[in-house]
């Protein structure tokens, strides 16, 4: 069924950049649309964007124009660039592969989960 | 954007007993509508899509039911594995979550 191991958390002041990696194995990655998932305390589970197969990517709107997703399907790997960091992007984030059915293409379930990573925004 | 209110927060049961999870929708999510279970330390784990679809590996004992704005994760007999925190989530309109239920032993 797949498995997702993020890397690359830490604190970071506001203001900061970081960037998160996911390693894919046990499925065809390049045949899957990625996402990543955030969970903090205040906010709860939050989608923060997905990307496609073509590469195209879509965000949510608080962290549209600062967040940017990737993929290298060479590698199996899903990236997650993370800029003009602020507080209440601290969470855990988690790699997730995005599924639908037979509506697809359209909005998704998600199917493993990565551990997660947590990212500290803090002076 | 569709809110999902679950309720209870919080529902204390006994191995053995039936659990009965609700899930709310703003507006009409159709059948897109899925269930996911948390343990603590870990991450989520899917446990069935839209409505009521088992994901691999999930036992019968969980069942999920409803349509439109009101939903139902059903687990027939509480095994102790089963205390966790379960949330729902919407695929009709981009993807929310419910704020999840605290499933705990009495």
């Known amino acids: 069924e797949g498995q997702l191991v993020e890397s690359g958390g830490g604190l970071v002041e506001p203001g900061g950049s970081l960037r998160l990696s996911c390693a894919a194995s046990?499925?065809?990655?390049?045949?899957?649309?990625m996402a990543w998932v955030r969970q903090s305390l205040g906010k709860g589970l939050e989608w923060v964007g997905r990307?496609?197969?073509?590469?195209?990517?879509e965000y949510a709107a608080p962290v549209r124009g600062r967040f940017t997703i990737s993929r290298d399907d060479s590698k199996d790997v899903l990236y997650l660039q993370m800029n003009s960091l602020q507080i209440g992007d601290t969470a855990v984030y988690y790699c997730v592969r995005s599924l639908c059915g037979v509506d697809c293409p359209g909005y998704n379930w998600f199917d493993p989960w990565g551990q997660g990573t947590l990212v500290t925004v803090s002076s | 954007e569709v809110v999902l209110t679950q309720s209870p927060a919080t529902l204390s049961l006994s191995p053995g007993e039936r659990a009965t999870l609700s899930c709310r929708a703003s507006?009409?999510?159709?059948?897109?509508l899925v269930w996911y279970q948390q343990k603590p330390g870990q991450a989520p784990r899917l446990l069935i899509y839209?409505?009521?679809r088992r994901a691999t590996g999930i036992p019968a004992r969980f069942s999920g039911s409803g349509s439109g704005t009101d939903f139902t994760l059903t687990i027939s007999s509480l095994e102790p594995e089963d205390f966790a925190v379960y949330y729902c989530?919407?695929?009709?309109?981009?993807?929310?979550f419910g704020q999840g239920t605290r499933l705990e032993i009495k």
């Open positions: 507006q009409s999510v159709s059948y897109q």
């Open positions: 839209d409505v009521s």
């Open positions: 989530q919407q695929r009709s309109d981009w993807m929310t």
């Open positions: 990307i496609k197969t073509t590469g195209t990517t």
């Open positions: 046990g499925f065809s990655f390049n045949d899957a649309w």
